[in-house]
Nanobody, 121 residues
Framework: QVQLVESGGGLVQAGGSLRLACVAS????????MAWYRQAPGKQRELVAS???????NYADAVKGRFTISRDNARNTVTLQMNSLKPEDTAVYYC???????????????WGQGTQVTVSS
């Protein structure tokens, strides 16, 4: 089994910054892509940013230039630095990791429990 634990959410004023972190633990041989998703009330969950185990990054257009995703492969962690936050960034943010639990497996997606980010205007 694999667990993803997020931290770092909270309430911030528009223009402020927050840093989210996610740690994966459990039966892990390797992690392929790690990512952050978010879901605002009444909306579908959407990809915010992703990073491969080789360090290739992908961002949603809405966050390009403001958010930065990073990972530490040795510690099985992924972080999301969020700057110049806007009220429309308000959502529950979820960590996602595509985990290989054995040397024979290709990967299985695991999710964190979510952390609330609220940006006030």
């Amino acid at each position: 089994q694999v667990q993803l634990v997020e931290s770092g959410g909270g309430l911030v004023q528009a223009g402020g910054s927050l840093r989210l972190a996610c740690v994966a633990s459990g039966s892990i041989v390797a992690i392929n892509t790690m990512a952050w998703y978010r879901q605002a009330p009444g909306k579908q969950r959407e990809l915010v940013a992703s990073i491969t185990n080789g360090g290739s990054r992908n961002y949603a257009d809405a966050v390009k230039g403001r958010f930065t995703i990073s990972r530490d492969n040795a510690r099985n962690t992924v972080t999301l630095q969020m700057n110049s936050l806007k009220p429309e960034d308000t959502a529950v943010y979820y960590c996602n990791a595509d985990v290989r639990e054995t040397i024979f497996s290709l990967g299985y997606p695991y999710w964190g429990q979510g952390t609330q980010v609220t940006v006030s205007s």
